[in-house]
């Protein structure tokens, strides 16, 4: 039976009152993508978060008292909790607590279908884990001291603690070895061009994937669905090329996830020309490339070409404002022929509108590929141009 779920964002300085309700309709869509089910969802204004709650503690009351009326026994925290915090907030809502990189954490770790995937999840959750430690033993601090009590939980803590740095040790590696073995792989796929498609999670990526390559790379509606690079040859006109699907980009992906997918991340890294896939559809796709951006430049790869491939034309819609509406225009009041005469046609990368299901301007779009690819083919291989 699905876990019904109540979901808490706040409203600081730096993430206003738009940003926290777009922020907390993502995190539904993570804790759909899990399995729960979000009742509701609850924001509070603050300078800053409180250290030892998140919330304030009128706020939390407010939870507790919500979640044993809707019998609710998961609550979700949009950022992430300290372990202070943690526990100090489970002891008093007495329930299963996750903040958003637990959340995500667990959604990755239903998706690893691989054993590199599954070892790459399996480290950044032990990464996580291991300084929230103590929450797993407050249930020792309710004997006050008793004799013999003290002594043993400390020790199994220091155990434990002691396990798990030696798994992740022990994982690090093995993703080594994957590394490694992942180089070879890249050495021995001769002399073309590699692009990679990146882009928010749930952008079209998987099935823009399908549609250029033929191949049945797995897609579905939910965020992260890919998890595994898919690598597949290409071949526009007579110019054959190597084109990988990357796993979703999102907002505060976890560090220890970037960390842990390291040799997945490397297809990005040593690619030569980046699609970078945005669905236009969605109202906030402004924040969904400045997000990709900055994970671009996290790891090292913001200085790569790009191609920015604006997809599902096909579900864009807007509203258009009644002549005497003379509030300042929203994204959801643009067109789409008026978008692609705006700012997006001032970018300095190429950019082209498709539709991936659809096949929408597909030929424009493999124009466009057979030129970038061919130009940089010239370069890297100058001595190697019968293919064109």
């Given at each position: 039976?699905?876990?019904?779920?109540?979901?808490?964002?706040?409203?600081?300085?730096?993430?206003?009152?738009?940003?926290?309700?777009?922020?907390?309709?993502?995190?539904?869509?993570?804790?759909?993508?899990a399995g729960a089910?979000?009742?509701?969802?609850?924001?509070?204004?603050?300078?800053?978060?409180?250290?030892?709650?998140?919330?304030?503690?009128?706020?939390?009351?407010?939870?507790?008292?919500?979640?044993?009326?809707?019998?609710?026994?998961?609550?979700?925290?949009?950022?992430?909790?300290?372990?202070?915090?943690?526990?100090?907030?489970?002891?008093?809502?007495?329930?299963?607590?996750?903040?958003?990189?637990?959340?995500?954490?667990?959604?990755?770790a239903s998706r690893?279908?691989?054993?590199?995937?599954?070892?790459?999840?399996?480290?950044?959750?032990?990464?996580?884990?291991?300084?929230?430690?103590?929450?797993?033993?407050?249930?020792?601090?309710?004997?006050?001291?008793?004799?013999?009590?003290?002594?043993?939980?400390?020790?199994?803590?220091?155990?434990?603690?002691?396990?798990?740095?030696?798994?992740?040790?022990?994982?690090?590696?093995?993703?080594?070895?994957?590394?490694?073995?992942?180089?070879?792989?890249?050495?021995?796929?001769?002399?073309?061009?590699?692009?990679?498609?990146?882009?928010?999670?749930?952008?079209?990526?998987?099935?823009?994937?399908?549609?250029?390559?033929?191949?049945?790379?797995?897609?579905?509606?939910?965020?992260?669905?890919?998890?595994?690079?898919?690598?597949?040859?290409?071949?526009?006109?007579?110019?054959?090329?190597?084109?990988?699907?990357?796993?979703?980009?999102?907002?505060?992906?976890?560090?220890?996830?970037?960390?842990?997918?390291?040799?997945?991340?490397?297809?990005?890294?040593?690619?030569?020309?980046?699609?970078?896939?945005?669905?236009?559809?969605?109202?906030?796709?402004?924040?969904?490339?400045?997000?990709?951006?900055?994970?671009?430049?996290?790891?090292?790869?913001?200085?790569?070409?790009?191609?920015?491939?604006?997809?599902?034309?096909?579900?864009?819609?807007?509203?258009?404002?009644?002549?005497?509406?003379?509030?300042?225009?929203?994204?959801?009041?643009?067109?789409?022929?008026?978008?692609?005469?705006?700012?997006?046609?001032?970018?300095?990368?190429?950019?082209?509108?498709?539709?991936?299901?659809?096949?929408?301007?597909?030929?424009?779009l493999r124009e466009?590929?057979?030129?970038?690819?061919?130009?940089?083919?010239?370069?890297?291989?100058?001595?190697?141009?019968?293919?064109?």
């Open positions: 039976m699905a876990e019904k779920a109540i979901l808490i964002g706040v409203i600081t300085p730096e993430q206003n009152k738009n940003q926290a309700e777009e922020y907390l309709e993502e995190l539904a869509f993570l804790a759909k993508t089910i979000p009742i509701k969802k609850i924001t509070q204004k603050l300078a800053v978060p409180n250290n030892k709650t998140f919330i304030g503690k009128g706020k939390i009351e407010e939870v507790k008292q919500l979640a044993k009326q809707e019998e609710v026994e998961l609550i979700i925290f949009d950022d992430d909790l300290s372990p202070v915090q943690l526990r100090n907030i489970e002891k008093i809502l007495e329930c299963k607590i996750l903040d958003r990189s637990n959340l995500i954490l667990d959604i990755f690893a279908r691989t054993a590199n995937a599954k070892t790459q999840v399996e480290l950044a959750q032990y990464q996580y884990l291991l300084p929230r430690l103590t929450r797993m033993w407050t249930h020792l601090e309710r004997q006050k001291g008793g004799i013999g009590m003290r002594g043993p939980g400390e020790t199994q803590i220091e155990t434990d603690r002691r396990i798990i740095g030696q798994k992740i040790s022990l994982l690090k590696k093995q993703l080594e070895k994957i590394d490694k073995q992942k180089v070879t792989q890249r050495k021995g796929r001769g002399n073309m061009i590699r692009v990679a498609v990146i882009g928010y999670t749930n952008a079209g990526k998987s099935t823009l994937m399908n549609q250029l390559s033929k191949s049945e790379v797995f897609v579905e509606d939910k965020l992260f669905a890919t998890l595994d690079t898919t690598i597949r040859k290409v071949v526009v006109e007579n110019l054959p090329f190597l084109l990988a699907d990357t796993v979703g980009f999102i907002r505060k992906l976890p560090h220890q996830l970037v960390e842990s997918f390291k040799s997945t991340l490397d297809e990005v890294r040593e690619s030569d020309l980046l699609l970078h896939v945005v669905d236009i559809s969605n109202p906030n796709f402004e924040n969904q490339i400045e997000v990709v951006n900055q994970t671009l430049a996290e790891i090292g790869a913001s200085d790569k070409p790009i191609v920015l491939v604006f997809n599902k034309m096909d579900a864009f819609s807007y509203i258009e404002k009644e002549e005497d509406d003379l509030t300042p225009k929203k994204m959801e009041n643009i067109s789409l022929e008026d978008l692609q005469k705006t700012w997006i046609s001032k970018l300095e990368e190429t950019t082209i509108f498709i539709s991936a299901l659809n096949k929408t301007n597909f030929k424009e466009l590929l057979y030129k970038k690819v061919k130009t940089l083919h010239k370069k890297r291989y100058p001595y190697n141009n019968f293919l064109y």
